[in-house]
């Protein structure tokens, strides 16, 4: 009841194009979802977040947009540029609890 | 704001000897620290919390008497990993929960990585 499922596990997108990146969790005691953009060699970097009393959040060209009755959120990343290239992970925790459970993350690559 | 430093980013040592990770908050107090081991085109995986002052809490399956962590202030904590040994060469990464106003956002390190030969 603890995973956050990621999909898809890598992802090709042409440069302009839209990336999406989905999440589904069970827990419903989690009311904090971020995501991260990790380069490599780097540490994760928090992009954005979204709780469960909106269902969408936009920051620049990143979108998180969270169906709290499926239990299922997802990134949006519009005019993907190459420098979006990167792994993306979801996230999520419970309210008062310190605990980030993450997801699988998705590799994505942006082609010119 | 909000930044968090790791040191060393890297680290080659010897089978058998003792590393010490750094993880600092540089401008913010964080009660509750974050230690997370990353292999290989893989996700994070929680090792342990540790909170200011007090014992860290261990996820299960981690070998506190092999990860020692400590936490002395609010900008400070530690993992030193003892006797090492190849199969705990990954990438570390520590991150801080900001102690007031921001809720559950964490903060992440750039990672340290460890090669043990």
């Known amino acids: 009841q603890q995973q956050v499922k990621q999909s898809p596990q890598s992802l090709i997108v042409q440069k302009g194009g839209i990336s999406i990146i989905n999440c589904a969790y069970e827990n419903t005691a989690f009311d904090y979802f971020p995501w991260y953009q990790q380069f490599p060699g780097k540490g994760p970097a928090l992009l954005i977040a979204i709780r469960p009393d909106v269902s969408e959040k936009k920051e620049g060209r990143f979108t998180i947009s969270f169906n709290k009755s499926a239990k299922q959120f997802s990134l949006h990343i519009m005019d993907s540029q190459p420098g979006d290239s990167a792994t993306y992970f979801c996230a999520a925790n419970p309210g008062g609890g310190n605990k980030l459970t993450f997801g699988t993350g998705t590799q994505l690559k942006v082609e010119l | 704001g909000a930044v968090v430093s790791q040191h060393p980013s890297w680290v080659i040592c010897k089978s058998g000897t003792s590393v010490k990770i750094e993880c600092r908050s540089l401008?913010?107090?964080?009660?509750?620290m974050f230690w997370y081991r990353q292999f290989p085109k893989q996700s994070l995986m929680l090792m342990a919390t540790?909170?200011?002052?007090?014992?860290?809490?261990?996820e299960q399956g981690v070998e506190k008497d092999k990860f020692l962590i400590n936490h002395a202030s609010l900008t400070l904590s530690t993992l030193t990993v003892t006797s090492a040994h190849p199969e705990d060469s990954s990438f570390y990464i520590c991150?801080?929960?900001?102690?007031?106003?921001?809720?559950?956002?964490?903060?992440f390190g750039p990672g340290t990585r460890l090669t043990v030969l």
């Open positions: 991150s801080a929960r900001v102690a007031s106003g921001k809720g559950n956002e964490q903060f």
């Open positions: 401008d913010f107090q964080a009660t509750t």
């Open positions: 540790s909170n200011e002052g007090s014992k860290a809490t261990y």
